[in-house]
């Protein structure tokens, strides 16, 4: 994915003033940001959801995006949901999918309504359909709310597999948690994004526990 010179501006309020980004095959990356920053902006524009004032977004092959809110029906089933986005992708089976499931540790939840599943569950379905069509591009807004700890290890064991098998993940997220896993981390600031410190060098305040 590639984002050059993004601007965006709500009449006169200008909320994003040059963003420039380059996200390779085989780089995971992460943006913070404090709550006003315009985080929510940049994202609506790197999911195709908001046309930007001025610039551009371009990326090949398919394209992942997993929502900080849930996407869900409550009346339908894990399974049934699986089956919805399966035929949106045009996938031949499910296979994917429950490979991830397996990863993520909630099979059992199968044949279960979505309206009555846990809020980590809930995020670890919302995180599944967004992986099942195996995108090159994957772009995840706080994908670990609601995990416990083990879940949130395998996240990253996930994002780091995801990254080796060639693929781009873009993480935005409010905190820095774990910087120290990422290639690349940048902090959105006065509309723009700067390189933060080296994340290989990072040491997290306040990680998760």
Known sequence: MQVTDVHHAYRRHAVLRGIDLDLPPGVLAGIV????????????????????????????????????????????????HLEFF????????????????AALRFTEYANTRAGVLSGGTRQKLNLTLALMHDPQVLLLDEPYQGFDWDTYQRFWDLAAQLRDAGRSVLVVSHLAYDAERLDQLYRLNDGRLHPHMSAAAHTPEGAAA
């Open 33 to 80: 940001g404090e709550n006003g920053a315009g985080k929510s902006t940049l994202l609506k524009i790197l999911s195709g959801e908001l046309r930007p004032s001025r610039g551009a977004v371009t990326h090949r092959g398919r394209f992942g995006y997993c929502p900080q809110d849930v996407v869900l029906n409550d009346a339908l089933t894990v399974r049934q």
């Open 86 to 101: 399966k035929t949106a992708y045009g996938l031949a089976d499910l296979r994917r999918a429950e490979e991830l499931m």
